[in-house]
């Protein structure tokens, strides 16, 4: 997998045919936008967050095919206290529960820790989004607790569940998705002999 500035023009084929459109509505239901009407409309919010730094948007690429399978963003980025966000993760179904949506989540966690050189990583989602929390703890994030009432998103409330890991943490972590993305632990089908949670 490999993370690309995000690019309306390159990529916005790739990411409409995996998460746009009435039949991935579903993809959307806990993300602050979407879904779209139409393809233009589409396009136009994928413009915006092209444009925008912070969110700074990272489209999530197959490295094989080149084909855009996703996006996700840094955000409330801080270099002064070197604390730094990861959402706006928008997995299409190739990404979701694979061996690539796990790939593209430990670059991002790479990117920061070990090139930008910030400290704590988060992450935050609905306090109602199991998915998300499960993915969070997968990945090896420490849960920190609730904020109610922490805002209104398509005119619904959302309690946030916080959650982060520390510079001090990485070292080992990324040991541990290292030896999971390594292939000696997949079989001839793609599939995993020891899961990252028991790592």
């Not at 136009?44 to 197959?62: M, R, Y």
């Not at 084909?67 to 993760?89: C, N, Q, T, W």
């Not at 920061?112 to 993915?135: I, T, V």
């Not at 943490?169 to 089908?189: G, T």
Request: proline share 6%; charged share 30%; aromatic share 12%.
């Amino acid at each position: 997998m490999v993370l690309e500035p995000l690019d309306p023009g390159r990529h916005g084929d790739g990411i409409w045919k995996a998460a746009g459109g009435h039949a991935n509505a579903d993809l959307w239901q806990w993300m602050p936008d979407g879904p779209y009407p139409d393809r233009e409309a589409f396009d136009a919010s994928l413009s915006t967050k092209a444009e925008s730094e912070d969110p700074l948007f990272s489209a999530i690429v197959d490295a094989e095919t080149g084909e855009a399978l996703g996006h996700a963003s840094f955000l409330r980025i801080d270099p002064k206290h070197r604390v730094i966000e990861v959402g706006s993760i928008m997995f299409g179904p190739q990404l979701q529960r694979s061996r690539k949506g796990t790939e593209a989540m430990y670059l991002m966690m790479r990117h920061a820790f070990d090139d930008l050189g910030y400290r704590r990583y988060e992450w935050k989602c609905n306090a109602l989004n199991e998915p998300s929390r499960r993915a969070a703890l997968r990945y090896g994030f420490q849960f920190e607790g609730i904020f109610r009432q922490h805002m209104i998103i398509k005119g619904q409330n959302r309690d946030t569940a916080w959650f982060s890991i520390l510079d001090s943490e990485w070292p080992e972590l990324k040991a541990r998705f290292e030896r999971w993305l390594d292939p000696v632990n997949f079989d001839v089908d793609g599939n995993q002999l020891t899961p990252l949670r028991k790592l």
